[in-house]
């Protein structure tokens, strides 16, 4: 199967959680985002084998334990890893490491080194994040369970100029990014360098693909035009040629009105460049358009064996 973008950026960023400050800052944002958050229970949920490796390997850095870890396999395949902590010692190690208060999530940039907010967001997106196929729709989100920690986030994100958005779904406050410019910025941020340079390749590849079937289709316009217009430049032609005849009307509009007759796929430019003398595309449209005059008279009786 497959990985999906979304994991491939929670891969990368968890190879990336390398030093002492990463892991506490990374920590922070997976504890803060987690699924829950209280005076009895803290929980941290992911879908991906590399958060839930990553949460439990800083969680025995920091606290020198490992919480126990529950997995539930889902219809679709998918594996739910949860780590629950309800020990209340535990708890209370926890929310004064980080001086968490769990009535009311706010991020404590104090805590946080001014080089490691990029991965205190990675841990807040290997909690509740996640990003779409590039292939398919520009979209990154964060799913965040509070609402006064989602504003601090659009906040945070604005800080490094990524224009955030937030909405209300299903009792939780997301947080997201719109337009591949500001994904790739949100995604080099929290660590993912590799997977903003295949969203780049994918938008320069999408870019020349739309722009090819742009001209190709403005070139099958283009030939519909011409073929419509030829079309009928012949049908008036052959009526002029059944009620008055080719030979009544001016030489000059029966040198190109045999031309069309002989060449149905001949371009303006090129039944011009065959008269003698040559005449631009424009004389040759003028003289078509005089054709076109004597045609509709004659469909509406306004004319007799006259010719221009």
Do not use: W
């Amino acid at each position: 199967m497959k990985i999906s973008f979304s994991n491939e950026v929670r891969k990368e960023i968890c190879s990336s959680v390398n030093d002492k400050e990463k892991r506490f800052a990374c920590l922070y944002g997976m504890l803060l985002f987690s699924r829950e958050l209280s005076v009895g229970s803290v929980c941290f949920q992911s879908e991906s084998g590399s958060s839930s490796q990553l949460f439990a390997e800083l969680f025995r850095r920091v606290f020198r334990t490992v919480p126990a870890c529950k997995t539930n396999t889902r219809r679709n395949g998918t594996v739910l890893y949860s780590y629950e902590i309800t020990d209340p010692k535990l708890i209370s190690e926890i929310y004064s490491r980080y001086r968490i208060d769990p009535e009311e999530r706010e991020i404590n940039s104090e805590i946080i080194a001014t080089n490691s907010l990029g991965v205190f967001t990675a841990g807040a997106f290997l909690a509740c994040g996640s990003v779409n196929d590039p292939e398919k729709e520009y979209h990154l989100e964060f799913a965040v369970p509070d609402d006064k920690l989602a504003s601090e986030l659009k906040v945070l994100l604005g800080d490094i100029g990524v224009n955030a958005k937030t909405s209300l779904r299903r009792g939780q406050h997301i947080v997201y990014i719109k337009g591949s410019e500001s994904i790739e910025d949100t995604l080099t941020f929290i660590g993912a360098q590799q997977c903003t340079l295949d969203l780049m390749n994918v938008k320069i590849y999408k870019d020349v693909r739309n722009k090819a079937n742009r001209i190709a289709n403005c070139d099958s316009a283009n030939i519909d035009k011409v073929v419509n217009a030829a079309v009928k430049q012949l049908e008036d032609i052959k009526l002029i040629d059944r009620t008055l005849g080719l030979d009544n009307i001016s030489e000059e509009l029966r040198d190109i009105a045999q031309l069309r007759l002989d060449n149905l796929d001949m371009s303006l430019r090129e039944i011009g460049d065959t008269l003698e003398p040559p005449i631009s595309r424009s004389g040759v449209n003028h003289r078509f358009k005089r054709l076109a005059k004597i045609a509709d008279d004659i469909r509406e009786g306004r004319t007799d064996d006259k010719s221009e």
